[in-house]
């Protein structure tokens, strides 16, 4: 079904994603356990952050990562903290998705932990004890599935339990339960001396052809510091216009 909507828009594109594999860009065909977001490195998404940072200096470049870093991590870590639900963030929400659409579902007890869930004109089977179903959305997503859910609310059951661990509170206060502490100013470092007398030399670098681009740094600065250069008159000393508009100077 879904390969003939993505023929009928580019059939170049079905062939493509056919002669990748499905192993390759399809979560239940996957050999490995993949997460929500197919990335291919996470320091593009890191990169995107910091297009106008990379135009500083080194020192200024670093303390703009430092600073991101630390903000990112005191955020997720509050956010986990004042998260009072089973699960975090868009999780808790595909649970309460799934609770909300399991309420007309037919559940049928094969066994103690195995279960027959009509839903419309198809069924399913739900393994509680080994945490699947035959839709495979409970073991891939490891959330209960509407299924899933239609299960444990016939038995009573909490879905926290049946859920990831990795999706709770307590496992986010936990990833971000180290701090990045702030650097004193440079003035103040004790550096050894051995590091002192160590020589650190330019990288190897070849110009490129063609002519080079034209940037503006002190544009960057101002984005990142939030500086704005204001005129100042030659004749008062005063910022905001120039010799020409000076009231001063023209009388």
Not at 32 to 39: D, F, I, Q
Not at 134 to 147: G, K, R, T, W, Y
């Amino acid at each position: 079904m879904l390969m003939e909507k993505v023929k009928a828009v580019d059939a170049r594109v079905k062939n493509y994603l056919e002669l990748t594999g499905y192993d390759k860009w399809v979560r239940s065909y996957a050999f490995v356990h993949r997460g929500w977001t197919l990335t291919s490195n996470i320091a593009e998404s890191i990169n995107a952050a910091l297009v106008s940072a990379r135009e500083l200096p080194i020192y200024d470049f670093l303390e703009e990562v430092r600073l991101m870093f630390g903000r990112w991590n005191c955020e997720n870590r509050q956010q986990a903290l004042y998260t009072f639900t089973d699960l975090i963030g868009k999780f808790q929400e595909i649970l309460q998705q799934n609770e909300a659409e399991c309420t007309r579902m037919k559940v049928i007890p094969a066994s103690k932990y195995i279960y027959t869930v009509h839903d419309k004109e198809k069924h399913f089977i739900v393994y509680l004890n080994e945490k699947k179903c035959s839709c495979n959305a409970f073991q891939l997503d490891e959330i209960p599935c509407v299924h899933a859910c239609a299960v444990l609310n016939n038995k009573n059951f909490k879905k926290g339990p049946y859920c990831s661990d990795l999706y709770k509170p307590k496992t986010v206060l936990r990833t971000y339960d180290l701090p990045i502490y702030p650097l004193p100013y440079k003035d103040d470092w004790v550096i050894p001396k051995k590091i002192m007398d160590e020589i650190v030399l330019p990288p190897k670098y070849k110009r490129p052809p063609g002519r080079p681009p034209k940037k503006d740094r002190r544009k960057f600065e101002r984005d990142i510091f939030g500086k704005k250069s204001k005129n100042c008159c030659s004749s008062c000393g005063l910022k905001g216009h120039n010799r020409r508009s000076c009231r001063k100077y023209n009388k």
